[in-house]
């Protein structure tokens, strides 16, 4: 699959980046300016040079044309973002990742947008496309070191039930991770606003804590509902 990261130059965008060109896709490093998506491409192939990693310098628009795409920028642009590219997006699962949050003090935390989510908000944005949240939990310096597994559940969530099967397919490939249908794009707001906890958590106990849900099957078990399999 050819996926297109659109603000891959940030911290989380090259974390999405390296690990799916891991497992073999053919991404498209996105930014703004292509000068940018250059120097980021240049330096994660320098850091694995070990590695055959199929990763193609490319601005956001030209991102966008590949068959599922990311979008990594920061909350405050992303509306801003996916609304110039709404054409080249429709019909097309577009995963969104951004959590709104602001520091208060010494604390991280949430922001609520008028539509309550960021997730939300993108799916209103371009309606003509298949709107999925996903990867908002995820330390993005430890998962994009490649030479270091992170054990981690990745909530998913999406009114279009066959795309979020299809991401949560495509996480479950990822090393360490599992993709967990968490419903409607009405559990946006509740997935998103946990991050600034989790960002505390991680400060007072000076590590990259990650989610892991119990009581759930193994990726092989057949009592979790899959995604996709009833209209809804």
């Known amino acids: 699959m050819k996926i297109g990261v659109l603000g891959a130059t940030g911290p989380a965008g090259q974390a999405v980046a390296v690990q799916f060109a891991a497992v073999g896709h053919d991404v498209l490093v996105g930014s703004r300016a292509v000068e940018r998506a250059e120097e980021t491409v240049a330096a994660l192939t320098e850091r694995w040079a070990g590695r055959a990693l199929a990763l ?21 642009g992303v509306l801003t973002t996916v609304s110039a590219l709404a054409g080249k997006l429709d019909g097309k699962i577009v995963v969104s990742m951004a959590n709104a949050l602001t520091r208060w003090g010494r604390d991280m935390i949430p922001l609520l947008p008028p539509t309550g989510s960021v997730t939300v908000a ?54 360490g991770l599992r993709g967990v249908d968490a419903g409607g794009l009405a559990s ?21 804590a990650a989610i892991r849900l119990t009581g759930l099957p193994d990726r092989e078990g057949t009592s979790r509902e899959q995604p996709g399999s009833r209209e809804g």
């Open 56 to 76: 193609h310098p490319a601005d956001n628009d030209a991102a966008s044309s590949a068959d599922l795409v990311v979008v990594a920028t920061p909350w405050e």
């Open 188 to 208: 946006a707001l509740a997935i998103e606003a946990l991050t600034p906890a989790l960002l505390e958590v991680n400060r007072r106990y000076k590590t990259h």
């Open 122 to 175: 993108v799916a209103r944005a371009i309606p003509l496309s298949r709107v999925v949240g996903a990867f908002h939990h995820l330390p993005a310096g430890p998962w994009s070191d490649l030479d270091h597994q992170l054990d981690a559940d990745v909530m998913v969530c999406s009114d279009d039930r066959a795309a979020a099967g299809e991401v949560i397919a495509l996480i479950d490939s990822l090393p």
